[in-house]
């Protein structure tokens, strides 16, 4: 039980193209969902935490107009990078929980990005 | 002082050995504590959580707590080079309704 998926694995694009990364728990409902970016060889750096049908509630320093999320069901949450650039690059990992924003959290496989 | 602290390492250990990775958390309110491993390259996957005093043993996995002291650890028994991670304690902050995650201890089990 408790399976996340994240898609796309993978993703390489232009600068200036916006992505849209979509993370989806499979077998329970996620009333919490968390957005996380980290660097190579550095911690996880929480970007966003985000409750079914609500506004996203964004950590300080994270630009709330570049990186959009969506929670629009119990099940998906999407974030979405607008006008990618380099510097955008990163492995971009979702996570969901079922109890809420103190619960345990389920990390979906992650999504690389690379912005040339 | 940081809100969850971990040693970085690496901490290395033979082959068989006992892995003993140690965590501190400044939040008294703390209540639920959380060990997750993490490959290089993958996302982070759970091995545990402890919400009480004490040990919780789960195979060669165990977590032990001590909230007077605001302490939680993991040991590894028979330590095998397929735990060779990093390993990041994550611990409930109540009062900001968010869970916090420690930079991580990296393990090297050398064959």
């Known amino acids: 039980g408790a399976v996340v998926s994240q898609h796309p694995s993978r993703v390489i694009c232009k600068s200036g193209t916006s992505v849209k990364i979509e993370c989806r728990s499979l077998d329970f409902q996620a009333t919490t969902m968390f957005w996380y970016r980290q660097f190579p060889k550095q911690s996880l750096m929480l970007m966003a935490t985000?409750?079914?049908?609500?506004?996203?509630?964004?950590e300080q320093g994270v630009e709330k107009d570049k990186f959009l999320i969506n929670h629009a069901s119990l099940t998906l949450s999407t974030l979405t990078v607008t006008s990618a650039h380099p510097e955008d690059s990163s492995f971009y990992i979702c996570?969901?929980?079922?109890?809420?924003?103190?619960?345990?959290?389920?990390f979906g496989p992650g999504t690389r990005l690379t912005v040339l | 002082q940081k809100e969850v602290e971990q040693n970085s390492g690496p901490l290395s250990v033979p082959e068989g050995a006992i892995a003993s990775l140690n965590c501190t958390y400044s939040d008294r309110g703390s209540q639920s504590f959380f060990w997750y491993r993490q490959y290089s390259g993958k996302s982070p996957e759970l091995i545990m959580s402890i919400y009480s005093n004490g040990d919780k043993e789960d195979g060669r996995f165990t977590a032990q707590l001590n909230k007077a002291s605001q302490y939680v650890s993991l040991l590894i028994r028979d330590s095998q080079p397929s735990d060779s991670a990093t390993y990041l304690c994550?611990?409930?902050?109540?009062?900001?309704?968010?869970?916090?995650f420690g930079p991580g201890t990296s393990l090297s089990v050398i064959p």
């Open positions: 996570s969901a929980s079922g109890g809420g924003s103190t619960d345990t959290q389920y």
């Open positions: 994550a611990v409930n902050r109540p009062s900001y309704d968010k869970v916090i």
């Open positions: 985000s409750n079914e049908g609500s506004k996203a509630t964004y």
